[in-house]
T-cell receptor, first 112, second 114 residues
Framework: GQNIDQPTEMTATEGAIVQINCTYQ??????LFWYQQHAGEAPTFLSY????GLEEKGRFSSFLSRSKGYSYLLLKELQMKDSASYLC?????????????FGTGTRLLVSP | DTEVTQTPKHLVMGMTNKKSLKCEQH?????MYWYKQKAKKPPELMFV???????INESVPSRFSPECPNSSLLNLHLHALQPEDSALYLC?????????????FGPGTRLTVT
């Protein structure tokens, strides 16, 4: 299987830091994507990790450990507009083509 | 320009109707995808097109029929749908269908089958 697991819901305060964890099964794994999805809207691409380590993009950073089947998305200096669902997606190869398998998403609620 | 457009935004159809969803991108991407997303669930892959050829079909019922007329367009033809097919249908594209390519999603078509 290609199960992707992440917490269902998290809450945090404006200005704080929050870490959203994601675990996946490593068979056929090719890379880890994070997407943000506001209610009723399409997912938007945030980050991609293929090698172990931390990738930083402004207020957002993403980490990957391939050996542990583990990733996290770190959001700093939280803003109200960061309230959204955050989708962890594993890239898995299928007959030479990449499939994205999404986790159930973590709904983040940022309060004042 | 990282825009994927989809029409219509909303669609209500009866179980005997035939309708089509349309998707367009002008980023020069050679891979296009259809996903289905039910409420409070993640997107689920339906089809992958690579260089206008159907490359992955995730065992989707034949009442959903994809078509890729050219590298910029992707259609999803719908016929004899069931109420449980009501969902948000998302189109996405990526530079290619190989590993490591991020996918850009359109705003989706919200489909209701009555």
């Amino acid at each position: 299987g290609q199960n992707i697991d992440q917490p269902t819901e998290m809450t945090a305060t404006e200005g704080a830091i929050v870490q959203i964890n994601c675990t996946y099964q490593t068979s056929g794994f090719n890379g880890l994507f994070w997407y943000q999805q506001h209610a009723g809207e399409a997912p938007t691409f945030l980050s991609y990790n293929v090698l172990d380590g931390l990738e930083e993009k402004g207020r957002f950073s993403s980490f990957l450990s391939r050996s542990k089947g583990y990733s996290y998305l770190l959001l700093k200096e939280l803003q109200m507009k960061d309230s959204a669902s955050y989708l962890c997606a594993g890239g898995f190869m299928n007959t030479g083509f990449q499939k994205l398998v999404f986790g159930t998403g973590t709904r983040l609620l940022v309060s004042p | 320009d990282t825009e994927v457009t989809q029409t219509p935004k909303h669609l209500v159809m009866g179980m005997t109707n035939k309708k089509s969803l349309k998707c367009e991108q002008h980023m020069g991407h050679r891979a296009m995808y259809w996903y289905k997303q039910k409420a409070k669930k993640p997107p689920e892959l339906m089809f992958v097109y690579s260089y206008e050829k159907l490359s992955i079909n995730e065992s989707v019922p034949s009442r959903f029929s994809p078509e890729c007329p050219n590298s910029s367009l992707l259609n999803l033809h719908l016929h004899a749908l069931q109420p449980e097919d009501s969902a948000l249908y998302l189109c996405a594209s990526s530079q290619e269908a190989g590993g490591g390519r991020e996918q850009y999603f359109g705003p989706g078509t919200r489909l209701t089958v009555t």
